[in-house]
């Protein structure tokens, strides 16, 4: 069986891509920036106030020397003329500079005298309270690289860099096939030995959580023909998930039905829990993943696999799920030859310290179990008995949103 990081690189190794679209900045969030963005001024685009005071000339502004106000300037509303030697001009934050100007004597440190004059109550230095033009970025300067993941901080620089457009990578197309005589439409009649699909909706929101767009085609009865039917017109889609009919079974029969319409398989099995009859293949120019049924298998192989498929997919610098360290809060046993990935709470010790502690039961069915956990305790193979209190890797799962 493949380890797990052999079928990782495996499934991302021919993964390109998709193509790019132009979309508006407010619908930019979520998305995978698919060139540099450059930016289009200066930011900020000149000097300016980071204080509501005065503009003045640091050499004339001591404590007890007065100034004459000769204008006022709103952010917005440049100030035309020149700040001469003992004069000021009224600004707030944001405003632009005035000639002659080199520093701000905020406001709490002024008193208004009679008339236009104001007295210094303490000195300020040479160039104070200013923000210099593009000390945030220059015109030109690549602010967002090609292949950021776009979230609200980035929608901000985007628009600082003054661009309404932004060139991302499409969403993938997810096209998910469940199959099983058992499984039913979750909502309706379960009949005798039904299961409400799981899987289907899950798939679909996990797939949604990684900025692709899920398509739920019907479920499949247990019956090759049946599976190479409802998969036909997988082109239109860039990425086949199958869920069930993964194992050894006699009905299970994705490869089968999924060899009907020309799959080729790249590897079937790996050495982990769950989730060991993972299948990767492909068909035509799709690649393809065949998940186990058990639902908690499906998720599992979802965070290891089809979450960085997707990410790919997406243009994503950033692909794999990252690690975490916590303390065990329960002793373990030692591991087979399978990667472990054990269903776990969260809960901080009083140092700060992560604490998991996995649930007794790991069954690969128990849905509520899964939810239930903040993380899952990632076991290597032969690794050995583990006390309380041990180092261990996780996998946040309160942190994916997923
Ligand atoms: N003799 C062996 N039996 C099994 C092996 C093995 O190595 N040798 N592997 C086990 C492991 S591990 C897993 S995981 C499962 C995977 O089986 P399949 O992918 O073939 O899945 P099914 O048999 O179709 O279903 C398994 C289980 O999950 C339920 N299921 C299926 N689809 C859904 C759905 N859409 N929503 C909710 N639940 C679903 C199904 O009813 C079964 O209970 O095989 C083990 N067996
Ligand atoms: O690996 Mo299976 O995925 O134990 O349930």
Redesign the pocket.
Known sequence: MLSVSEAQKRILADLTPTGTELVSLAESWGRVAAAPICARLDNPPADVSAMDGYAVRAVDCRSGDTLRIVGESPAGHPFQGQVEAGTCVRLYTGSVLPDGADSILIQENARTEAGDRIAVLSGVATGQHIRRRGQDFALGWPVVPEGRHILAREVGLIAAANHAWVPVYRRPVVAIL???D??SLPGGDIPPGG??????PMLAALVRACGATPLILPTARDDAAEIARLASGIEAADLLLT???????RY?LVQEGLGRIGLSVDFWKIAMR????LMHGRIGRVPVLGL????V?ALVCGILFIMPAIRAMSGRADLTVDHDLARLGSALPANDLRMDHLRASLARADDGALVATAFSRQD??MLRTLADSQALIVRPPHAPAAERGETCRIIRLDTLFI
Do not use: F, L
């Not at 299961?195 to 289907?200: D, K, L, P, V």
């Not at 869920?243 to 079974?249: D, L």
């Open positions: 469940s199959t099983g058992e499984v299961i409400a699909n799981s899987n289907a869920a069930g009919g993964a194992s050894v079974g299970d769950p989730g060991k009859p186990p049924g058990n639902p298998a690969s069915a």
